[in-house]
């Protein structure tokens, strides 16, 4: 058939993909098409009509999904057979089809502004994500459906061993790599070989929230260690608790403060940790996303005496719904931590981390943290700076090198738990500072995700919206807190 027959119309209130997908079905309904015809690829009919190949294919996408059409590998894509005359119902009305501006999604599916840990969803690769897992379940062979290995893929633990070495200066080998399920699995990993129910350990104060409730139910105590400039206060943590079994860090970029441990601290850290056989867990949550330079060197690199069990995981970098971690853990430790393994459940099915294994191997996971670093870059500025010019007079944004959140001081006595608790009332997904803390403090302040903020007006539709709810509490008075009594 004539390729100029498919071509949408520009003027039509309809997507073009959906215009495409149309033409197609009336093609294949009145006879055009017949089963076993070869279509055009993505690429060429994008160029013939000049349209987007991601508008073409989405509309592919969809004839394929509703088995219209098959795809065939090298041989291309083809009508599916068993189409010759459909009926009338093949028409579909665009008009209905079409979303309106004012239909909204469902509620389900939306993303909550200023959500914290959720990297951008709308940038991921997903057509090659989706091209390296659907040739793992093509290809699945035996290995691939019996029990997992307990410390996870060895392809996987040789990747990271390879990256950790190149981008964190971390020497080590895939022996000492365990794949978790998450980042709680490596702490529960670490203290059922290392520790005890009971055991006391520092923990920075502000410090991770799910962290410190994780330890917790782990049956470890924690003492809360002060965090400033330099992070982990080091001499208050001698002062009260000099003796304790273990210390949870996060060095490169503090969890949710932003700063950097001092190279000063660091070596005093790994001091105290030699000194009192006490172990430190690194997590090195999101030191890939530093806007200016290179990112910092991990604490692990600076680890002579093998104390320090490095964490990290792919929540924050892929997607969190892979639930996938690893830790790095001395050489001396590597039989027992191997023992604890196979007592636990480990990290789940081989075909995902088969996947995360090509990715980075094919040079896919540097591309992608190199193209996330400028997003977030400019994905942070269009926050900023609706925070600048709606909420200017009553926050003050914290500078930081990296991250993907923004930390917002108070700047008069507004409460800063109600505020939250407001805003999350209305939808948003706004975190108090205090709320991150094991100890009061008078220092007030908003943690905001800024990673979905595809544009600027996304950024100022939610800051106009947190500014609708501060001034709704002004307007009832209570909005204020005392903080003297």
């Known amino acids: ?68 059409f098959i795809t065939r590998g090298a041989a291309g894509t083809r009508v599916a057979p068993g189409l010759c005359k459909l009926s009338g ?36 690769p997903r057509k090659t994500w989706a091209r390296l897992a659907a ?53 529960d990993l670490v203290c059922r070989t290392l520790l005890r129910p009971g055991d006391l350990g520092w923990y920075e104060d502000p410090g991770y929230l799910h962290a410190r409730q994780c330890l917790e139910h782990l049956g ?35 969890s949710p403060m932003g700063v950097a441990l001092s190279l000063q601290r660091r070596l005093d850290l790994l001091d105290w940790a030699m000194g009192a056989d006490a172990w430190i867990v690194e997590d090195d949550y999101d030191s ?23 964490t990290g995981t792919f929540s924050k970098v892929l997607y969190p719904g892979l639930r996938l971690a690893y830790l790095v853990v001395p050489i001396s430790q590597v039989e027992r931590f191997n023992h604890s393994a196979c007592h636990l459940p480990g990290p789940g099915a081989i075909a995902p981390q088969a996947t995360v294994a090509q990715f980075m191997e094919q040079g896919h996971f540097a591309r992608h943290l190199n193209k996330m670093r400028k997003l977030y870059a400019s994905r942070r ?37 109600l505020l939250a608790s407001s805003a999350r009332a209305e939808g948003m997904a706004l975190h108090a500072l205090g709320e991150w803390r094991a100890q009061p403090s008078p220092e007030q302040g908003l943690l905001m995700g800024f990673a979905n903020f595809i544009c600027a007006e996304d950024a100022m539709a939610a800051v106009s919206q947190l500014e609708a709810v501060w001034k709704a509490l002004d307007d009832t008075g209570r909005v204020k807190t005392h903080r003297n009594k």
């Open 1 to 68: 058939m004539d390729l100029q027959q498919l071509k949408p119309s520009r003027e039509h209130t309809a997507p073009i993909y959906l215009q495409l997908y149309q033409r197609y079905r009336e093609a294949i309904a009145k006879g055009k098409l017949r089963a076993g015809d070869r279509v055009p690829s993505v690429r060429s009919l994008a160029s013939e009509l000049n349209l987007a190949r991601g508008t073409v294919e989405m509309a592919y996408q969809m004839l394929v999904g509703e088995g219209y």
């Open 89 to 124: 119902s093949a028409q579909i009305n665009l008009e209905q089809a079409a979303p309106s501006p004012q239909q909204k999604q469902d509620p389900r599916t939306e993303l909550p502004p200023f959500r914290l840990g959720l990297p951008a969803l709308d940038a991921f």
């Open 135 to 187: 040739r793992h379940l093509r290809g699945l062979d035996n290995p691939a459906m019996i029990t997992p290995p307990p410390a996870g893929h060895t392809q996987l633990r040789r990747a990271i061993a390879t990256y950790l070495g190149i981008s964190r200066g971390i020497n080590c080998s895939h022996e000492q790599v365990f794949v978790t399920n998450g980042y709680r699995g490596a702490l």
């Open 220 to 254: 470890m105590r924690l003492q809360p260690v002060a965090v400033d400039r330099d992070g982990l206060d080091v001499a208050q943590g001698r002062r009260l608790a000099a003796q304790a079994r273990f210390a949870v860090v996060t060095p490169t970029h503090q």
């Open 288 to 310: 890939e996303f530093r806007y200016h330079g290179r990112p910092l060197p991990a604490l692990k690199s600076l680890d002579r005496e093998g104390r320090v069990l490095y």
């Open 381 to 417: 500025g269009y926050l900023v700076d609706a925070l600048q010019e709606r909420l200017g007079t009553r926050l003050s944004v914290q500078q930081q090198a990296g991250g993907i959140h923004v930390l917002a001081h108070i700047l008069d006595a507004t409460d800063e738990r």
